[in-house]
């Protein structure tokens, strides 16, 4: 079965400091990769994604991911944080078989991520 | 194209009653998600919609949980017999089957089962 460990609950760091949320899953098929932000009360906005080619992938609000097979990991991060990205961050895998999607996502536990002024 | 959509966004209902949600996914999306998301979790696969069929369902699914997509485009979920285990936020999400297959979510309705 597939599994998506965040290591971290919760990472607290100041504004302006760089980031980087861990990610690690565990698949046996072909896996894509995304990251997705949520706001409290609110549904998940997609950031970036991985599916082939550049391990490294670039999203949006700043945001970048390097994929690294090796490892199982798939790491978000962001050179200088502001204050607006304060909220949680979820990993999440999906399957590939055939280059067909079996459909679902796996999420991690979710990082949430405070910014001090 | 204004994403994907909701129904209600808030239910609070009493144990034993029955309670149906909506999504509309975004309209050239074939593929429809539907998660479960409780208090300082990642949100949980429960089933998704290829069209009108229904390709896979979770164990976490009972019996007392039934989903429908009939015209391939608009989904309703309804639980019957609401328990309080049941409060969390349903979360719809839609996909292309093709390419990356991102999916996209809605808001998300919150059910709070008294």
């Known amino acids: 079965a597939q599994s998506v460990t965040q290591p971290d609950i919760h990472i607290t760091v100041s504004e302006g400091a760089s980031l980087e949320l861990r990610c690690n899953y565990s698949?046996?098929?072909?896996?894509?990769l995304f990251w997705y932000v949520q706001s409290p009360g609110q549904g998940l906005q997609l950031l970036l994604k991985?599916?082939?080619?550049?391990?490294l992938v670039q999203g949006i609000k700043g945001f970048e991911a390097e994929f690294k097979r090796s490892q199982s990991s798939f790491n978000l991060r962001k050179p200088s944080v502001h204050w607006s990205d304060a909220a949680e961050y979820f990993c999440?895998?999906?399957?590939?078989?055939?280059?067909?999607?079996?459909?679902?996502?796996?999420f991690g536990q979710g990082t949430i991520l405070t910014v001090h002024p | 194209d204004t994403g994907v959509s909701q129904d209600p966004r808030h239910k609070i209902t009493k144990r034993g009653q029955n309670v149906t949600f909506r999504c509309d996914p975004i309209?050239?999306?074939?593929?429809l998600y539907w998660y479960r998301q409780t208090l300082g979790q990642g949100p949980e696969f429960l089933t998704y919609?290829?069209?009108?069929?229904?390709?896979?369902k979770s164990r976490l699914l009972s019996d007392r949980f039934s989903a429908e997509r009939p015209k391939g485009s608009f989904s309703t979920l309804e639980i019957q017999r609401t328990e309080q285990g049941d409060s969390a936020m349903y979360l719809c999400?839609?996909?292309?089957?093709?390419?990356?297959?991102?999916?996209?979510f809605g808001p998300g309705t919150r059910l709070t089962v008294t």
């Open positions: 919609f290829q069209n009108e069929a229904q390709l896979e």
């Open positions: 991985y599916f082939s080619g550049d391990t």
């Open positions: 698949y046996g098929a072909t896996p894509y």
């Open positions: 309209s050239e999306h074939n593929r």
């Open positions: 999400a839609s996909s292309l089957d093709r390419g990356s297959y991102e999916q996209y």
């Open positions: 999440a895998v999906g399957a590939l078989a055939g280059g067909t999607s079996y459909g679902k996502l796996t």
